[in-house]
C-alpha cells in the first residue's frame, strides 16, 4: 500500500470521531431526578434551636466551652483564649463574670478558676502558666463554665516558640444535659 491509499482513511476517520465528539457537546443535555441533597430540607429560619445551641435545661446566662485537647507535654504548649462577646453592636447586653477552668487529664484533674472577664474583652493563657504545678505536664482536655452568656474559645497548640508545628481549633459550645433524649442537642 501507498502512503496516500492510508492518508485518505485516516483523513476520514478523524472527521468522523471530531463529528461525533462535536455532537456530544453541541446536543441539550437533560438531566433525570433532582440536584438537591438527600435527606430532609434545611430549616428555612437559621435560629439557635436550629443550630443545636440550644440548651434549656442549662442556667440562664452561662456558657460551657469544651476544648478538646490540650497539652503542655513534650515540647508543645497550648494558648488558650475565651472572649466575653457580650458587646456588639446589635445592643446586646452582656454581664461581667468568671469562668471555671474544669481540666479532666492523666495528670491532673481539678477546677482553675479565672479572673472576671467583661463583656468586650478576651481571657488569654497558656496550659502551661495556668497548671504550672502539675508535675510532667498536662494532656487531657478542659471544659470552661462561664457565668456569662455569648462566651466563645479558641485553643492554639503549637511546639515551643511555635517554629515547626502548630494547629488551633475553636471550642465547642455544650450543654450541661448531655444525654441523647433530653430537650438539649446531646453534645
Known amino acids: 500500500m501507498t502512503p496516500a491509499k492510508n492518508a485518505r482513511p485516516r483523513a476520514r476517520t478523524a472527521v468522523l470521531v471530531s ?11 437533560t438531566l433525570a431526578g ?3 441533597p438527600p435527606g430532609p430540607p434545611a430549616p428555612t429560619a437559621r435560629t439557635l434551636e436550629s443550630l443545636g445551641f440550644d440548651c434549656p435545661n ?17 515540647g508543645f504548649d497550648t494558648g488558650i483564649s475565651i472572649s466575653n462577646t457580650g458587646s ?13 477552668l474544669n481540666w479532666y487529664g ?17 481571657y488569654v493563657t497558656l496550659v502551661s502558666t495556668t497548671l504550672n504545678n502539675v508535675t510532667g505536664g498536662f494532656s487531657g482536655y478542659m471544659i470552661a ?19 515547626n508545628l502548630a ?21
Open 19 to 29: 463529528m461525533f465528539v462535536l455532537s456530544l457537546f453541541s446536543t441539550k443535555a
Open 34 to 36: 433532582s440536584l438537591q
Open 58 to 74: 442549662d442556667p440562664a446566662n452561662t456558657t460551657n466551652l469544651l476544648f478538646t485537647y490540650l497539652t503542655n507535654q513534650a
Open 88 to 100: 456588639d453592636p446589635f445592643g446586646t447586653t452582656g454581664q461581667t463574670a468568671a469562668c471555671t
Open 106 to 122: 492523666s495528670a491532673f484533674t481539678g477546677a482553675t478558676p479565672t479572673p472576671t472577664i467583661a463583656p468586650g474583652t478576651t
Open 145 to 163: 463554665h462561664c457565668n456569662f452568656p455569648y462566651a466563645h474559645g479558641f485553643a492554639f497548640i503549637s511546639d515551643l516558640g511555635a517554629r
Open 167 to 187: 494547629m488551633g481549633y475553636l471550642a465547642q459550645t455544650v450543654c450541661t444535659d448531655r444525654r441523647k433524649n433530653s430537650m438539649g442537642s446531646g453534645r
